[in-house]
């Protein structure tokens, strides 16, 4: 099967030498692209900024800002069977990104006017059968929750259009952000729901790709 996930941060550039980011490391996405392979699967994998080297075998596109990601992921969309999103896209950005170095000078504060970025996951929303294929690509979103997890994913669920939402709470300091663990919770467009207990992302990436191909076939 073919495999396109995004993985990591975006940053969104203030001035040169600034951007606007988040505590996203990429693992979660990396391991799935592992796991991927692992299972035979081909993969695309459309990354931020991360710290991790590039899963033997994959394709890597890396991207900076939230713009990238969104171009990316609609080249290579048509191609997959599977479009898994596990990236934490940035969701505003600068309204203008100034030319030169904003200087402290003497102000005592400074405002910075943000415009909300495209959604990705929500763009891809009833899409249809790319040319000569027989079924549109299934997409899987992933959710950064720290309150209210269900009721934040179930809504997400719905609004993106998604045929499945990936849950975990990034509230906890043991898991989740720059952590080797995760705890997920799956909410299926059938109402489904399913537990996977806190355990080593790589271990978690697995479980996930078999119930990706599930959904995709
Ligand atoms: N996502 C996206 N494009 C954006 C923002 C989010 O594709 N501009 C995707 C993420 O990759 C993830 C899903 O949407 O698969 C949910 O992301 P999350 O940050 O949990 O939710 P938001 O849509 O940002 O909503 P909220 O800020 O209310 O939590």
């Not at 899409?127 to 027989?134: D, E």
């Amino acid at each position: 099967m073919r495999f396109l996930l995004t993985a990591g941060p975006t940053r969104e550039p203030i001035d040169p030498v600034r951007y606007l980011s988040n505590r996203s490391s990429g693992k979660m996405g990396y391991a799935i692209a592992q796991a991927a392979l692992d299972a035979g699967h081909e993969v695309v994998l459309v990354s931020g900024p991360v710290a991790l080297a590039a899963p033997e075998g994959a394709r890597l596109e890396p991207v900076t800002t939230s713009d990238e990601m969104y171009d990316a992921i609609h080249r290579w969309v048509g191609w997959a069977d599977v479009c898994v999103l596990c990236a934490a896209v940035a969701d505003f950005r600068p309204v203008r990104i100034e030319a030169q170095k904003i200087k402290k000078g003497a102000r005592e504060t400074l405002t910075l006017e943000l415009v909300p970025t495209r959604d990705i996951l929500r763009s891809l929303r009833d899409l249809a059968p790319a040319p000569g294929r027989k079924r549109a690509t299934r997409v899987v979103g992933f959710a950064a929750e720290t309150h209210d997890l269900e009721a934040h994913a179930r809504r997400k669920l719905t609004e993106k259009g998604c045929a499945l939402i990936v849950a975990n709470d990034v509230s906890r300091p043991d898991i989740g952000f720059e952590s080797e663990d995760n705890a997920l919770t799956l909410f299926f467009a059938s109402g489904e729901r399913c537990e996977l207990a806190r355990a080593k992302k790589s271990v978690l990436a697995t479980e996930l790709v078999k119930i990706f191909v599930e959904i995709a076939k």
